[in-house]
């Protein structure tokens, strides 16, 4: 029941950011491989805020996301922008909750809508993120 609560004000904090926001299929490793719907809204000139729910293979298969993004700098045409959140793993009578880390590279292969993202996640253990999202304007 506990995780149930969680989880669901997770992803109504999550669906509070779909206005105005661009959502995104993403997948790949996170902790097992995993496919979910992430939400990305701009706030200010300089900042976007994330929310995500992912579906993992892993050992916990329910994986939420609340962060942000922050542009650095581009790797030739592909802007580089860092991501830090909160992370929570959820499933198998467990919950594991941390941040995360993570570097995003938009506009992958010179195709606006495709990003790669990469980094760390440290919830419980420090697991390694990599994954590839495509943007649905």
């Known amino acids: 029941m506990k995780r149930l609560a969680v989880v669901s004000c997770l992803l109504?904090?999550?669906s509070s950011l779909a206005y105005a926001a661009v959502p995104e299929i993403v997948g790949g490793v996170r902790d097992g491989l995993a496919v979910g719907l992430q939400?990305?809204?701009g706030v200010a000139r300089n900042l976007t805020a994330r929310g995500a729910i992912e579906f993992s293979s892993g050992k916990q298969p329910v994986i939420g996301l609340l962060g942000v993004k922050i542009p650095l700098t581009g790797i030739g045409r592909m802007p580089l922008g860092l991501g830090l959140g909160?992370?929570?793993?959820?499933?198998?009578?467990?919950?594991?909750?941390?941040?995360?880390?993570?570097?995003?590279?938009?506009?992958m292969l010179d195709i606006e809508p495709l990003f790669l993202e990469f980094g760390v996640d440290v919830a419980g253990s420090g697991r390694a993120v990599c994954q590839l999202g495509y943007k649905i304007y």
């Open 86 to 107: 909160l992370v929570g793993y959820f499933g198998n009578s467990k919950t594991d909750v941390g941040f995360s880390l993570t570097f995003v590279l938009n506009r």
């Open 39 to 41: 939400l990305e809204a």
């Open 12 to 14: 109504l904090v999550v």
